[in-house]
């Protein structure tokens, strides 16, 4: 009876494991993942209502005009209209660029500016750029790295509205803020919190590889700080004034904390990668870190999905 049991129990775990859900208000999810290879938009019971696939991805943006910024590879950067035709209406290449001739560069942060032009990080050559929609480089700037690595130079990069560039750099384990020259003019380097580094992806690792930046609007920083499992909100002068650890969450742990972003209720909302079947990929929790939504969903995204967006159908 006790082996019947067991495997009745192993049944159901695995049956859950693979289940699409969300807790709280239902919503739509519009996600990048690397285990799926795709781009897709998801609603609340799970069901599929657009995809395009992609070999990875660490950023994406949807536009003003309805479309998706996206990217298929490490090194293109493609706008693809969001509808039943998928049509690519903008691209760039990194490969294909003189200055980049015989370099191995990815790309891991873009951004659609309001003057039009696509702000794009490049990890391998270090540096940032302003594309036109032309394809031409209005701008660019050395990123500012203790050695360049083509997969871990940048994470997540946003424009400021002041004009400055927020930028994430995983192998250097700290946040940088740029003024328009490209002169570094803010730092905030990821504590280890008295804690030993150990490696690996998943709950089990531990690290300062940040990931995910947001400039608040009271001038604080909202920081994923990748396997560092935790969100940070840092102050102008480097003091932390919210965090949430990773088993600060009942029944959640966190591990590969990517994106985050403070909405405009007050809650903190982050997606949780590498994190294994039995945790939620994005989370909601308000000031006082109670989750007031959460995602878990198994069948159209896997345990790489460093992307997510609650996406607001119009």
């Not at 693809?80 to 980049?100: G, L, S």
């Not at 709950?203 to 400039?215: I, L, Q, T, W």
């Not at 997606?271 to 079947?277: D, I, R, Y």
Request: hydrophobic share 35%; proline share 4%.
């Amino acid at each position: 009876m006790s082996n019947k049991l067991s495997l009745i129990s192993a049944a159901l775990f695995c049956v859950n494991a693979v289940s699409a859900e969300q807790t709280g208000p239902p919503r739509h999810v519009l996600g990048v993942d690397d285990s799926k290879r795709h781009v897709a938009l998801v609603d609340a019971e799970g069901k599929v209502e657009w995809e395009f696939p992609v070999g990875a991805g660490h950023c994406l943006q949807v536009l003003d005009n309805g479309n998706l910024l996206l990217q298929p590879d490490w090194s293109r950067v493609q706008e693809v209209t969001f509808d039943k035709d998928k049509k690519v209406v903008w691209e760039y290449d990194a490969r294909k660029q003189p200055e980049n001739k015989g370099k191995n560069i990815e790309i891991h942060a873009f951004q659609r500016l309001k003057n039009g032009n696509t702000m794009i990080a490049e990890s391998g050559s270090t540096r940032l750029i302003e594309v036109a929609a032309d394809g031409s480089i209005k701008k660019q700037f050395p990123l500012k790295v203790s050695a360049s690595n083509s997969h871990r130079d940048t994470r997540q990069a946003i424009a400021l509205d002041n004009g400055h560039y927020l930028m994430a750099h995983e192998a250097d384990g700290c946040v940088k803020e740029y003024d328009e020259k490209g002169e570094v003019v803010w730092e905030y380097k990821i504590p280890l919190f008295d804690r030993k580094p150990a490696g690996g992806h998943g709950p089990e690792a531990f690290g300062n590889s940040v990931y995910g930046v947001s400039r608040l609007a009271n001038g604080n920083t909202l920081i994923g700080t990748g396997n560092g499992h935790s969100v940070l909100e840092v102050t102008p002068k480097g003091e932390v004034v919210w965090k949430l650890e990773q088993n600060d969450i009942p029944g959640v742990q966190l591990a590969w904390v990517c994106g985050v972003e403070r909405l405009a209720n007050g809650n903190t909302r982050l997606v949780n990668c590498h994190a294994g079947p039995k945790n939620p990929q994005m989370i909601e929790v308000d000031k006082d870190k109670k989750v007031v939504w959460s995602m878990r969903d198994f069948v159209n995204f896997g345990n790489s999905m460093p992307v997510g967006q609650v996406y607001e159908k119009k």
